[in-house]
């Protein structure tokens, strides 16, 4: 996991994945190394992950190595919406991920499980979506473990709704109570 710098416009202290914005060269790239049996819009995402990874926490993945684990959609509520797709993939052996210094103050490999720890301790500042990809991954025994599922799932785009008032709200998922009638 990686820290976002205090001066991030964006979740500054805030511990995320590596990830960013589609670039034209990832479309270029995905266009000239199509991954057979994938969209190319879905290998231009791929790309993009491999090189936010390379780019923000210094670790070199090949974007077909990279699985499709979700993809979410923030709430129509939220005034800067994102389309972000989240993957799955082994890093090379004995790789020790470095923050970039620029985007990301901080890189740490950590389980799921001590991640949301801290958090509860509150040593770490974790988003909705994050907490939830860490919740998931902890109930899995082993990174070959959540490949296999990666392998299996269907990915099917979610978008959270924010429900309450400006006092109080609360974050509610497809399928939880209320979701359909917010």
């Known amino acids: 996991m990686l820290r976002r710098g205090p001066n991030a416009r964006f979740m500054p202290n805030t511990w995320v994945f590596a990830g960013g914005v589609v670039e034209e060269e990832d479309r270029a790239l995905a266009a000239q190394n199509p991954i057979e049996g994938v969209e190319t819009d879905e290998v231009t995402h791929r790309i993009c992950g491999a090189r936010e990874l390379g780019e923000e926490a210094g670790l070199e993945i090949d974007a077909a190595d990279l699985l499709p ?12 919406r994102f389309d972000t797709r989240f993957y799955v ?32 301790d509150e040593e770490f500042e974790i988003s909705f979506p994050t907490v939830k990809h860490l919740e ?13 599922n990666a392998r299996l799932r269907p990915v099917v785009p979610l978008t959270p709704k924010v429900v309450g008032t400006e006092d109080s709200f609360e974050i509610i998922l497809p399928g939880d109570p209320g979701y359909d009638d917010a």
């Open 69 to 80: 684990w979700s993809r979410w959609i923030t709430p129509e509520q939220v005034p800067m």
């Open 89 to 120: 993939g082994l890093a090379p052996a004995h790789a020790k991920p470095e923050a970039d210094g620029v985007e990301m103050d901080e890189a740490r490999w950590i389980s799921p499980a001590a991640a949301i720890a801290a958090q509860t």
């Open 136 to 148: 998931e991954l902890r109930r899995f025994d082993s990174s070959e473990a959540v490949l296999e």
